[in-house]
């Protein structure tokens, strides 16, 4: 039984280190998703991704998963996060998932959206801006999965653990998202809403963009429970919040 609602999911971090969250996704394709026509995850599905061809077998578990899901006739789409950012047409292989541009907009009925994983809003972050524009460069990915596996995971270590000893040193404030940015984004694209995630501060907030309401809806995290955009038909959603059983 299907209905015609979309769902939306960012951030969950998957690896084999954390196994709840991978059995509640696992869970998650199986059940609520697969009621759905289709499911959109807006980046950081894994932790660490270090090219297509990993054989790693948690994240192996989980490509089959999503290619099970498509399978089953049910549409797919990735944007890339900054944990995952080498997803690649490997990877569009394995799972049957689209990836899509960053930012991209996507319309469900009245639901017309900016959509983003969101580090691209953080513009106040400037070592994290430096870091992105040299690892989203397609010459230093090419140099870089041309390394042997084990060196790319040794790599992949070493810059999360760069990257946590740089979130603990931030302001708060810089780790969010720009007004500005917001604001120029939602200029540029004429449209109203918004959906991300990388911030793992879900809500709602409500803004005024020339006089006219907006929304930015924010995607929370998988680390202690899950969380969820439900799209209709119609265009209608609900950020829904969905406990650890
Ligand atoms: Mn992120």
Redesign the pocket.
């Known amino acids: 039984m299907r209905d015609d609602t979309y769902l939306f999911v ?2 969950l971090h998957l690896d084999a280190a954390l196994p709840a969250a991978v059995t509640q996704f696992l869970d998650f394709l199986q059940g609520p998703a697969l009621k759905a026509q289709g499911l959109y995850i807006l ?2 599905l894994f932790e660490a991704w270090v090219g297509d061809d990993d054989p790693e077998p948690c994240r192996g578990r989980v490509c089959e998963a999503l290619k099970a899901y498509t399978a089953a006739g049910r549409l797919g789409f990735v944007v890339r ?3 995952d950012f080498l997803f690649g047409a490997g990877f569009e292989a394995r799972t049957g998932f689209a990836l899509l541009p960053d930012p991209v907009l996507v319309e469900i009925g009245a639901f017309r959206a900016f959509v983003s ?3 691209v809003l953080c513009i106040d972050d400037h070592p994290y801006q430096e870091l992105r524009s040299v690892v989203r460069n397609p010459r230093w990915q090419r140099r870089f999965l041309a390394l042997p596996l084990q060196t790319r995971r040794a790599l992949a270590d070493k810059a999360r653990a760069g990257s946590k000893a740089h979130t603990g040193r931030q302001a708060n404030t810089l780790m969010d998202v720009n007004p500005t940015a917001v604001t120029q984004a939602f200029l540029a694209t004429g449209t109203r809403l918004m959906v991300h ?4 501060r879900p809500g709602i907030q409500m803004l005024d963009i020339q006089g006219e309401p907006a929304r930015r809806i924010v995607l929370g995290d998988w680390y202690e429970q899950g969380s969820c955009l439900r799209v209709d038909g119609s265009g209608a959603y609900e950020l829904l919040t969905l406990p650890r059983g």
Do not use: E, I, L, Q
């Open positions: 960012s951030d980046g950081d996060g900054n944990r994983h969101g580090d995630g990388h911030t793992h």
